[in-house]
């Protein structure tokens, strides 16, 4: 695909400064030719503007001087960017229609436009909303509802009952409505507690690759509207998480947890379980979090702390060995003086 800088400066609607060109796609400072468009998003890579070879960047005014080539400035270029690259996307798959090798119950309804791929199981009584996408090996459940817009990539599994919004997406090998884990021991033996809840999912969440919900006890675990979930992450039964929250790579949130919107969890945080965490709240990466947050803290750590607290902790580690040396000679000096102290209390 191929554009001019011009019609890419009025699709985004920001201001072209230098010569209007045809561009072919979008690439790093780094890495791009002189027919890629790039970006400086973040500061500490201002190094980089001199020996770019884009034909135009996307930048912030105070550094577009700095630029060799056209500029596109931008009062949030990594918003830009994503808004230019959207235009370059690659489609997947040119299914269309309802494949004769999937299999839909009699029951099932589709909607408008949608294409089903070979192989794909649409179980009793579920309801498959307009220009839904389901790709080969889709499990869809008995009784299952799907919005309009949605696209489930291969192998994504929706147990019976769950509940998708509009514009949602599953990647590949997501599991939704898996039975939470639900077990108590009583009189030597190990009692299984049935998991008769459901998943609903809002509006526009996206689900990554070999992640997994599962379905509640009672009621629903629900995800919020715009919410975006990373790869690897567990979400327990009868979670609650809020709206525009971003759960990032092999996050696990115990059971019955609510998590409040906008929240952040940074890759591999652990939540334990029946907790509040407020909204705004930001958990760095490896945390464990024990207990409530409050809203509007951001930290990390195991046990999770106050972002102000961490940082003093961690620049305290490395010295904890010479301080535990120098605390063993102060104690042992400490013990000759109360040693001396009480020996000269008996000279006459």
Do not use: W
């Not at 949030?76 to 299914?95: H, I, T």
């Not at 945390?287 to 803290?297: Q, R, T, W």
């Not at 580690?317 to 120098?326: G, I, N, S, T, V």
């Amino acid at each position: 695909m191929a554009m001019t800088l011009a019609a890419l400066a009025e699709r985004l609607g920001l201001p072209l400064a230098g010569s209007d060109r045809e561009f072919t796609g979008l690439n790093t400072l780094e890495a791009a030719s002189e027919t890629e468009v790039s970006f400086l998003a973040n500061p500490r890579y201002t190094h980089l503007l001199a020996g770019t070879r884009a034909c135009a960047v996307i930048l912030a005014r105070e550094f577009a001087a700095q630029a060799p080539s056209a500029t596109l400035v931008s009062a949030n270029p990594y918003l830009d960017f994503a808004r230019a690259a959207a235009l370059f996307v690659r489609k997947q798959g040119e299914q269309t229609g309802l494949s004769p090798l999937a299999c839909v119950h009699p029951t099932a309804r589709l909607g408008e436009d949608c294409a089903v791929y070979p192989y794909v199981f649409i179980g009793p009584r579920a309801r498959i909303g307009n220009r839904c996408t389901l790709f080969p090996g889709v499990y869809v459940g008995d009784d299952c509802v799907i919005g309009d817009d949605c696209v489930l990539y291969p192998h994504a599994v929706l147990m019976a009952g769950v509940e998708m919004g509009d514009r949602c997406i599953l990647h590949s090998g997501s599991v939704l409505g898996t039975e939470g884990f639900g077990f108590t021991r009583a009189a030597g033996a190990v009692q299984k507690i049935p998991q008769i809840g459901a998943v609903v999912l809002g509006d526009g969440v996206d689900v990554g690759a070999n992640t997994c919900i599962d379905r509640a006890t009672l009621g629903a675990t629900r995800v919020g509207r715009d919410t975006k979930i990373d790869n690897l992450v567990q979400l327990g039964h009868n979670v609650e998480v809020g709206e525009q929250c971003f759960l990032i790579s092999q996050v696990g949130v115990a059971g019955s947890t609510r998590v409040g919107d906008r929240v952040t969890m940074a890759g591999q945080v652990g939540v334990a379980g029946h907790l509040r965490i407020g909204d705004d709240v930001t958990i760095g990466p490896q945390a464990g979090v024990p207990k409530d947050i409050p809203d509007g803290v951001s930290g990390s750590g195991t046990p999770f702390m106050e972002r102000r607290t961490f940082m003093r902790n961690l620049v305290l580690q490395p010295k904890l060995a010479d301080m535990h040396r120098r605390l063993q000679q102060l104690e042992k000096e400490l013990s000759r003086l109360r040693e001396s102290l009480g020996a000269g209390k008996d000279t006459p």
